[in-house]
C-alpha cells in the first residue's frame, strides 16, 4: 500500500508523511526490530474462539489498535480527518485527532467516532487552554500530550522539497489565531512546519504542565513519547493515565532505539500502575502480538493508516484495520493462545542473533 500511496501522492506530501529525521535510522529501526523477536507459540489449544478486545482507560476495543495522530491528512485525500474518523468508528476503534490536524476538532467530533486529542503546547498558553477547552467541549475522551518534540526533528526531505502543504490544505486548527503553515515560508525555503514549530511550540514544557494540562482538562492524560523507565516512573507519578512508547515514527531524536525495544522496560516498570502503549512500526498482526506480549495493551498505527487514506479514503483506512484485525486473529490462533489477557512475556523471546 506504502507504493500505491507513493505513486498517487505528490512527492512533497509524500516525503512528508514517509520521511523520519536524521539519517532515517530509527525509522527503519522500528520495524527491523520486530524480526529480533520469535515467538514461542503453544500447541493444541481450541483456538475455535478467539477475543481480540482489550481495555484501554476504561473503555473496551474490539481489538488492540488505535489511530495514532497524523497530521494534515487532507494532503492525503480530499475528506481527510473525517474519512479516517469514520473509518475509525465503522472499525469501533479510537482515533487520536492531531494539533496540527487540516480539519476542526468539531467538525472531527461530529463524525461521533471515539476520539482523545493529541496535544502541542504552544508558547501562547492562553491559545493551548483554548485547545485543551475545545476538546473537552467536543467530547474528546482524553489529552494526549506529546513529549518527544520541544523542537522538531530535521527532516532533510522536508528541507529539501521547502515542504508546504497545497492550496486549501493548512492546520485548521490553528490558521486563525497563529497564521498556520502558509505564513511560515522565508526566504530561506525548508519546510514550513519546522518553521512553524520553532516561532509557534514551547520549547520549555516540563512535568509542570503535565499537571497544568492535567488540570484544565480534567480528563485522562496520555504521555506520548516516552521511551526509558525513568520517566514512565515519573509519569505514573505524576498522575497520568497512560504512557505511549514512541519515537515519533522515527521523526524526531534519530539514535532513538526502537519502540518494540524499548517497551520492556516501561512496561516492566509502569505496567501496573498505567496502560502501556506503543507505536512505531507496527506493519502486520504479528508486530501486535509481539507488542501485547512484551507489555503493551494495544498500539498507535500511523503511517499504515495514511496509506489506507490516501488509497481509498475511507474505506482504504477501513480495509487497513480489516487486514490489521484479521492478521491479529490469524496471529493469536497460530500463537495459541485465546485471549488478549493470557498474551504474556512468555510468548516471545530474543531471535538468535
Ligand atoms: C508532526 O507531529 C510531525 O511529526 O510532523
Given at each position: 500500500m506504502a507504493a500505491e500511496a507513493e505513486a498517487r501522492l505528490p512527492k512533497a506530501a509524500f516525503d512528508y508523511?514517509?520521511?523520519?529525521?536524521?539519517?532515517?535510522?530509527?525509522l527503519a529501526e522500528n520495524e527491523r526490530a520486530f524480526r529480533r523477536w520469535?515467538?514461542?507459540?503453544?500447541?493444541?489449544?481450541d483456538v475455535s474462539e478467539v477475543d481480540t478486545a482489550v481495555t484501554v482507560l476504561g473503555q473496551r476495543l474490539p481489538?488492540?489498535?488505535?489511530?495514532?495522530?497524523?497530521?494534515?491528512?487532507?494532503?492525503?485525500?480530499?475528506e481527510g480527518e473525517l474519512a479516517t474518523a469514520r473509518a475509525a468508528a465503522e472499525a469501533g476503534t479510537t482515533m487520536?485527532?492531531?494539533?496540527?490536524?487540516?480539519?476542526?476538532?468539531?467538525?472531527?467530533?461530529?463524525?461521533?467516532?471515539?476520539r482523545w486529542f493529541q496535544l502541542y503546547v504552544h508558547r501562547d498558553r492562553g491559545l493551548t487552554g483554548e485547545l485543551i477547552d475545545r476538546a473537552v467541549a467536543s467530547g474528546y475522551r482524553a489529552l494526549v500530550l506529546t513529549v518527544d518534540t520541544p523542537q522538531?526533528?530535521?527532516?532533510?526531505?522536508?528541507?529539501?522539497?521547502?515542504?508546504?502543504?497545497?492550496?486549501?490544505?493548512d492546520l485548521a486548527i490553528l490558521t486563525s489565531t497563529t497564521g498556520g503553515l502558509s505564513q511560515q515560508t522565508g526566504a530561506g525555503?525548508?519546510?514550513?512546519?519546522?518553521?512553524?514549530?520553532?516561532r509557534q511550540c514551547d520549547p520549555s514544557v516540563t512535568?509542570?504542565?503535565v499537571e497544568w494540562v492535567r488540570s484544565r482538562a480534567q480528563l485522562p492524560v496520555v504521555l506520548k513519547g516516552v521511551t526509558t523507565a525513568e520517566d514512565a516512573r515519573r509519569a505514573a507519578d505524576?498522575?497520568?493515565?497512560?504512557?505511549?512508547?514512541?519515537?515519533?515514527?522515527?521523526?524526531?531524536?534519530?539514535?532513538?532505539?526502537?519502540?518494540?525495544?524499548?517497551?520492556?522496560?516501561?512496561a516492566d516498570e509502569v505496567g501496573d500502575r498505567l496502560d502501556v502503549l506503543v507505536d512505531g512500526g507496527v506493519r502486520r498482526g504479528t508486530d501486535v502480538l509481539c507488542a501485547l506480549a512484551l507489555g503493551a495493551k494495544a498500539v498507535l498505527i500511523g503511517r499504515p493508516q495514511l496509506w489506507g487514506l490516501a488509497c481509498g479514503g475511507q474505506a482504504g483506512v477501513g480495509r487497513v484495520l480489516d487486514l490489521l484485525r484479521m492478521d491479529f486473529t490469524l496471529a493469536m490462533r497460530l500463537a495459541g493462545v485465546t485471549s488478549t489477557a493470557a498474551i504474556g512475556r512468555s510468548l516471545v523471546r530474543r531471535a538468535v542473533p
Open positions: 508523511y514517509a520521511g523520519g529525521s536524521g539519517t532515517e535510522w530509527t520469535v515467538f514461542r507459540r503453544r500447541v493444541l489449544v481489538f488492540p489498535v488505535l489511530l495514532a495522530p497524523v497530521a494534515l491528512q487532507r494532503m492525503a485525500h480530499a487520536i485527532l492531531s494539533t496540527l490536524s487540516s480539519t476542526t476538532i468539531e467538525d472531527v467530533a461530529a463524525t461521533g467516532v471515539d522538531l526533528g530535521r527532516r532533510d526531505r522536508d528541507e529539501r522539497n521547502g515542504f508546504l502543504p497545497p492550496p486549501g490544505v525555503g525548508g519546510s514550513s512546519l519546522f518553521a512553524y514549530f520553532a512535568w509542570a504542565d505524576a498522575g497520568v493515565a497512560a504512557v505511549s512508547v514512541s519515537n515519533h515514527g522515527g521523526r524526531q531524536l534519530d539514535g532513538d532505539p526502537a519502540t518494540i525495544d524499548a517497551l520492556p522496560e516501561v
